[in-house]
């Protein structure tokens, strides 16, 4: 017997005859485990699988045994008797366990049945190779009533299912680390980062700053930094002064911002004389570790250049194709945001998607694979790619997003951060040297993942190439 494939509809009391029998199949994933285990409040290391879910060869990993029993409920609450049942009992016996990849044959068939609206089914577990894992007899209540239900969904359950950032943290803590200008980090939010990325081993922090106020910070945060190099400057602009000086010394090689405002901080970086500037324009990527992507989102610029022309453009998507290869991304796919896929003489945006994609084809932006413009919906999802039928070599796997100007991108980044959830980091780049540019709301996870990303592209700078390849990207 198998569940209605329109809706669900029960049996009631009257219509069971002993010997029905329903069953499901089920392939047991570590979504599922990691679910019952929030669900449950069950931290037993035996049923948890590895952080990284994509991983289902995890045969060591146990599936509890009380899921198993909430796949018999689901049986007889969906099919058998189905809509309207309530338990009275439940016991079990089980000869063995259940694995992340196996699968699963849940069975239940009616042995009895009592004073309505009694009703007594066998219940089975079987493994992948057929042999009984579970067994027990359940006592309900069957429905007197024909139910049918529509079909439906259950609200959806959003899961950090990649954690990209772990693996950024990881293969920067095989470089050297980076001797880095910190400016005022003199609040506990900002200095715990310092120090959490200096025990991590990813920068060799210098402080500059009031010393009266990152003490107190440390004393807040119960840091000790008595081992650190602080330079005690109490004026913000003079710090941010103070820690382009060190990089103009050859003192540090990455700044990272504490305390301070952001314009503050860069003021001192663009200044003309004495400043960090290149021949590229400075630009600030975001990025995003987003549970539902199988890499990590990049969005440009959202925090510096307000209203770009098509030259600072170049230098934004240039800047963030060589940011995601210094994070392993051997040929990044970028998408130039319009509000639509074709371009419009009405909207700015899409003529310069278009100028720029073909300024990629000839050459003239340069390791990634551009294209433009496209929609927010079809740069990142395949199915509304495939739905305006577009010819792209981007569409729908997006891994850069390039936004027409500040504000799109920085609504965009925020929204993404908190409505979605995702975890932010932040670099500025096209200076001298990177520029941790975190908001001062960011956590500690959010600066250290900012140093990892400052020590791949630096070691990007000095090699031409990433340290290392992210297994998952362009797929």
């Known amino acids: 017997m198998n569940a209605p494939v329109n809706g669900l509809k029960n049996r009631t009391w009257d219509e069971l005859k002993l010997g029905d029998t329903a069953s499901i199949e089920k392939r047991v994933t570590s979504r599922d485990l990691f679910l019952f285990a929030h669900a449950s409040g069950n931290l037993n290391p035996l049923n948890i699988p590895h952080l990284d879910v994509q991983n289902e060869s995890s045969t060591s990993v146990v599936a509890p045994s009380m899921w198993l029993g909430s796949l018999i409920s689901s049986v007889l609450g969906n099919i058998l008797p189905g809509p309207g049942t309530l338990y009275r009992s439940q016991d079990f016996e089980f000869m063995g366990r259940a694995h992340v990849g196996d699968l699963l044959k849940i069975t239940v068939t009616l042995v009895e049945k009592k004073e309505s609206p009694s009703a007594v089914f066998s219940t089975m577990v079987t493994d992948s190779k057929g042999a009984c894992i579970a067994s027990g007899k359940a006592t309900v209540d069957a429905p007197l009533e024909n139910v049918y239900l529509s079909p439906h969904e259950l609200p959806g359950l959003l899961m950090d299912e990649h954690d990209h950032f772990h693996r950024l943290i990881e293969e920067a803590k095989k470089l050297d680390p980076m001797p880095t200008a910190v400016v005022c980090p003199d609040d506990a939010t900002s200095l715990s980062g310092t120090i959490l990325a200096m025990e991590e081993g990813l920068i060799i922090p210098i402080l500059i700053g009031s010393r009266l106020q990152i003490q107190k910070a440390a004393d807040e945060a119960q840091l000790d930094i008595s081992q650190i190099e602080l330079i005690d400057i109490t004026d913000h602009k003079k710090a941010a002064a103070k820690a382009v000086e060190l990089v103009h ?144 070599p981007v569409a729908g796997k997006a891994q850069i997003l390039v936004v027409p100007n500040l504000e799109a991108g920085n609504m965009l980044a925020k929204q993404l951060t908190f409505i979605s959830h995702a975890q932010p980091a932040g670099l500025v780049l096209g200076a001298q040297v990177p520029i941790m540019l975190t908001s001062r709301a960011d956590n500690e996870r959010a600066r250290l993942a900012s140093c990892a990303l400052a020590q791949l592209f630096h070691a990007f700078q000095l090699n031409g190439n990433p340290s290392f390849t992210l297994s998952n990207a362009n797929t």
């Open 249 to 392: 010394q050859q003192k540090v090689t990455a700044i990272m911002k504490g305390n301070i405002h952001s314009d503050e901080l860069l003021s001192q970086v663009v200044k003309k004389e004495g400043g960090l500037r290149t021949l590229r324009r400075i630009s600030h990527v975001f990025v995003l570790n987003v549970a539902t992507l199988n890499q990590p989102l990049f969005i440009t610029d959202a925090a510096i250049n307000i209203a770009p022309d098509l030259p600072t453009k170049v230098d934004i998507i240039q800047n963030a194709i060589d940011l995601a290869r210094a994070c392993g991304i051997t040929l990044p796919y970028v998408a130039i945001l319009s509000a639509v896929e074709t371009v419009s003489f009405h909207i700015p945006s899409s003529m310069d998607a278009a100028i720029l994609a073909k300024m990629a084809d000839r050459g003239q932006i340069t390791g990634g694979l551009v294209d433009g413009p496209l929609a927010m919906d079809n740069a990142i999802d395949m199915g509304a790619a495939i739905t305006k039928h577009l010819t792209s």
